[in-house]
């Protein structure tokens, strides 16, 4: 029997949300420690309490001045190519760079072929832009975009966690529920920024996650 003809509907923006910060979106993330395997390498990782303790930081810095910011940046109308190329220009680790245009690639196509979304002109080189334009698209206000995508994110790399250092998934939901009062600060703080802060994120993260690229043997892309 041949395949039926998907009708996409028009999403309510709570459900589109919960389907864009579902952890088992197939973006890719699975594959990115985003440079908490050379903590792990390094011994400064080894459990759920120093994982929790890189992950704060993570949220703190990169997720906030870089991906949050840039999606209010996108909310606010700024122009596409510009917040594009300032995004990759921004991000000096070159497995992060690869990593995020991969993943940003994904979620292009996830919004053309299962939410029906025409496909966009510009491509922007960051997953947290893409998840702005459908979030935009369907409506969902820029506070939850940016609570959606730290929310995925966040819960994306404990599940890395849970395989990679390895923790037990008790744990991991433990670190889960701490992160919410990180996330909380991020949505506070992003308010506060300018296109000058984007991109500001702790050299410590950085250099981590340029080592990463030299690793002889690693679980993870990045």
């Not at 709570?14 to 594959?31: C, I, V, Y």
């Not at 993943?103 to 053309?112: D, F, P």
């Not at 889960?176 to 000058?196: G, K, N, Y």
């Not at 340029?210 to 993870?220: D, I, P, S, V």
């Amino acid at each position: 029997m041949s395949a039926l003809p998907l009708k996409v509907p028009t999403a309510r923006p709570l459900a589109l949300l919960l389907q864009l910060s579902d952890s088992a979106l197939p973006t890719g993330g699975f594959s990115h420690s985003f440079g908490f395997e050379q903590y792990l390498d390094r011994g400064e990782i080894h459990d759920a309490a120093t994982f929790s303790d890189w992950l704060r930081v993570y949220i703190g810095n990169q997720l906030t001045y870089t991906d949050a910011l840039a999606m209010r940046l996108f909310y606010e109308g700024h122009d596409e190519v510009d917040l594009a190329e300032r995004v990759v220009a921004v991000t000096m680790p070159a497995q992060l760079r690869a990593a995020d245009i991969a993943m940003a690639k994904r979620l292009r196509m996830i919004g053309s072929d299962a939410l029906g979304m025409r496909t966009p002109e510009v491509e922007l080189a960051h997953p947290a832009l893409e998840f702005a334009r459908i979030a935009r698209q369907f409506e969902v206000s820029c506070g939850d975009a940016i609570l959606g995508h730290l929310t995925a994110t966040t819960h994306t790399l404990v599940q890395n966690a849970v395989r990679g250092i390895p923790i037990g998934q008790s744990d991991g939901q433990r670190v889960v529920t701490a992160a919410h009062a990180w996330i909380d600060r991020a949505l506070e703080v992003v308010w506060t920024l300018e296109m000058a802060d984007l991109g500001a994120v702790a050299p410590g993260l950085e250099i981590a996650q340029m080592q990463h690229e030299k690793l002889r043997a690693r679980m993870f892309m990045s």
